[in-house]
């Protein structure tokens, strides 16, 4: 269902109409939400961005609210329509339909009891895989629910039923069957090898693996798929040719899933970009964008957050601008909220960070947004606010390499303010890439790769200061108990950083090696220039074990130690970016542990680009792969194993 607003606007300044999207069931539920995006003007009509919408919620009345606003002169108008959603499912039978992907199928179920829930459980007909259980939601007795069923073999015929669920008493509803379709031949499906075939001690719990595929280079692109351990297709997500730059940064536990894309953005937005909530059919269920991330941040006081295409050239030294989302977005804080990395330039004084051209200096440096349950931006952390020197961040420590970006360089954000009058190349400062809310400590940990460096951010549940509590890392704020005489013991260019068991365990992390392998030798490890110890050449899988400080670190002395390690391995390949670390299901390591897993996603080797996914059992010393999934001619950015589509990891 495609929905289109139009309106007209009497400014006659600079005017820019933009049109907010709410859709909301018979209940008062907000089932789908697009933020503040810019409409197109032809003549003296402006007409708003279609909005693709799809029932998947309970049928019966819902209503469309559309407002319409300039932000310059702060004048809106709002129009709402209600409309009917007739159900699929009768009072007592469940009803199918396929969703448009031939492995996602909506299930309408019949209305149930107050009081109770109802879940959906589907099986493959031979029983060759195990059941796979759904989210549960609260029954309605008025309406009928749609659930979404996904995971599944293509081409295979299944069972499916509902469960209600009223304290310990179980109720199954009738078995429907059906046949997912085969896959579809126009969208490219990656080449899986198994390079370790799964064992006796591979976790089957977490017998899932999702890959985000991201490109880098010259390549074919992939759709984000969800495979079983043997590389077969049981889920996959491909937007159109115009907006498939799609960097799936989570998987949440109702099923659905947080994306960065290209997509049409409000201008004056300097970069086309949204952040959405997707549902399992690929569906958008909340989108927001740059351009009203930028005026929602300069309402709340962010002076570095105005659009970068508005800045005046050359920059002046002191101005600063949002230009994109990038990285990282969880779901994980409390009520609901989501948090974002944004990245901000800043021109700065010249000389800054070692810069010689006598030019003022751009600096790329981050923000961190909190959104409320609307999407509406609710609390930041600006990295140029808290550039002070230690505890906090110091403008004047440069990136450890250093980092250095142009415009359009990959694996740099969108740079803008650079040009004549200032310093050639922008200083690539901190590069954040992870977060991880910690509910122990009502903190936000924090990549950043180019500092080599975790820290945790005082965000308190949304009351915080904002302040870095501490910095974990070489040159930090902890002293290493370096246990393994390890010759590097500190990560570097790490990613995906956080706390297993619910953050009551170790840090696990991706040590992708970056200032490690340079130091061995400035031309980079390769096959024909290896030291005596390849470790030295390759990313490695990392947990640790530490005990943050009670107060905030002061910067003069060490606050906190760490160690021992958990595990510290040897993944045998170099990843140059992205990757994922990830504690497995318990029981099969030592003391009980789990295995972990490792994603080195963009691995340079035989002329081809490489992703890999690694298991490794937590035997003594070093640990032990024990399955291995890789794919030849693609590169990723991260990958989660997990026990369906509905049970995502906790980190």
Not at 21 to 43: H, K, M, P, W
Not at 65 to 84: H, N, P, R
Not at 93 to 118: D, E, H, I, R
Not at 296 to 305: E, K, R, V
Request: hydrophobic share 35%.
């Amino acid at each position: 269902m495609i929905w289109e607003a139009t309106g007209t606007d009497s400014n006659t300044g600079s005017p820019l109409l933009t049109f907010q999207f709410t859709v909301t069931d018979s209940e008062g539920n907000v089932d789908t939400l697009y933020q503040y995006n810019a409409g197109t003007l032809s003549g003296t009509t402006w007409t708003s961005p279609p909005y693709d919408w799809t029932a998947t919620g309970i049928e019966g009345m819902y209503t469309v609210q559309v407002i319409a606003k300039d932000w310059e002169t702060g004048e809106s108008a709002t129009k709402t329509i209600s409309f009917q959603i007739t159900p699929l499912a009768s009072t007592t039978k469940p009803a199918m339909a396929n969703s448009g992907n031939p492995l996602v199928w909506y299930f309408n179920a019949p209305p149930c009891a107050t009081g109770s829930t109802m879940q959906v459980i589907f099986q493959d007909q031979a029983k060759v895989h195990a059941p796979t259980t759904t989210y549960a939601l609260p029954c309605n007795p008025a309406h009928t629910a749609t659930f979404e069923l996904a995971g599944m073999y293509s081409s295979t015929a299944y069972y499916v039923h509902t469960q209600t669920v009223a304290g310990t008493k179980l109720v199954n509803g009738p078995i429907l069957s059906f046949t997912t379709k085969a896959l579809p031949t126009n969208v490219p499906f990656p080449p899986f090898t198994i390079g370790t075939k799964a064992n006796s001690t591979t976790d089957t719990t977490d017998s899932m693996i999702l890959w985000n595929l991201v490109l880098f280079g010259v390549g074919t692109t992939y759709p984000d798929v969800a495979t079983d351990l043997s590389g077969n297709v049981l889920w996959y997500y491909y937007t159109n040719a115009s907006e498939h730059y799609n960097l799936l940064t989570r998987p949440l536990p109702n099923g659905r899933m947080l994306t960065i894309q290209n997509s049409a953005a409000w201008a004056p937005t300097s970069y086309q970009q949204v952040l959405r909530e997707i549902d399992l059919a690929g569906n958008v269920k909340r989108e927001t964008n740059t351009g009203i991330v930028q005026q929602q941040l300069l309402a709340l006081g962010a002076t570095d957050a105005q659009p970068c295409n508005l800045v005046p050239s050359p920059a002046q030294v002191g101005v600063g601008c949002l230009n994109a989302f990038h990285h990282d977005a969880i779901q994980s804080l409390p009520n609901g909220y989501t948090a974002a990395l944004t990245s901000v330039e800043k021109i700065t004084p010249p000389g800054t960070q070692g810069d010689t051209s006598g030019l003022p200096v751009d600096v790329l440096g981050d923000i961190i947004i909190v959104l409320d349950q609307n999407w509406n931006v609710s609390w930041y952390f600006d990295s140029f606010q808290h550039d002070g020197g230690p505890p906090q961040l110091s403008l004047n420590r440069p990136s450890v390499l250093p980092n250095t970006c142009v415009a359009n360089q990959q694996g740099c954000p969108p740079i803008f303010l650079l040009g004549p009058g200032i310093a050639p190349k922008a200083q690539d400062w901190l590069h954040g890439n992870s977060m991880y809310y910690w509910p122990q400590n009502q903190g936000i940990l924090w990549s950043s790769k180019n500092q080599d460096w975790v820290m945790l951010i005082n965000y308190a549940n949304g009351t915080g200061n904002a302040d870095i509590l501490w910095r974990l890392g070489l040159a930090g704020d902890f002293m290493f108990d370096n246990t393994f005489n390890d010759a590097w013991p500190w990560f570097s260019g790490q990613h995906e950083v956080g706390i297993e068991n619910a953050g009551a365990g170790s840090m696990t992390l991706f040590d992708n090696g970056d200032t490690r392998v340079t130091a061995y030798t400035k031309s980079g490890c390769s096959t024909t220039n290896v030291p005596p110890n390849p470790y030295d050449c390759h990313s490695r899988g990392y947990a640790l074990e530490f005990t943050p400080p009670t107060t905030p670190c002061t910067g003069t002395t060490v606050c906190g130690n760490t160690g021992p390690f958990d595990l510290l391995t040897d993944l045998g390949v170099y990843s140059s970016a992205g990757g994922s670390a990830q504690l497995l299901e318990p029981g099969t390591g030592l003391a009980g542990e789990g295995d972990y897993y490792f994603y080195p996603p963009v691995v340079f080797m035989n002329l081809n680009d490489y992703s890999f996914a690694i298991e490794v059992s937590p035997t003594p010393n070093y640990g032990t792969p024990t399955e291995n999934l890789n794919i030849e001619g693609a590169s990723g950015y991260r990958s989660w194993r997990m026990t369906n589509l509905y049970n995502p990891p906790t980190t």
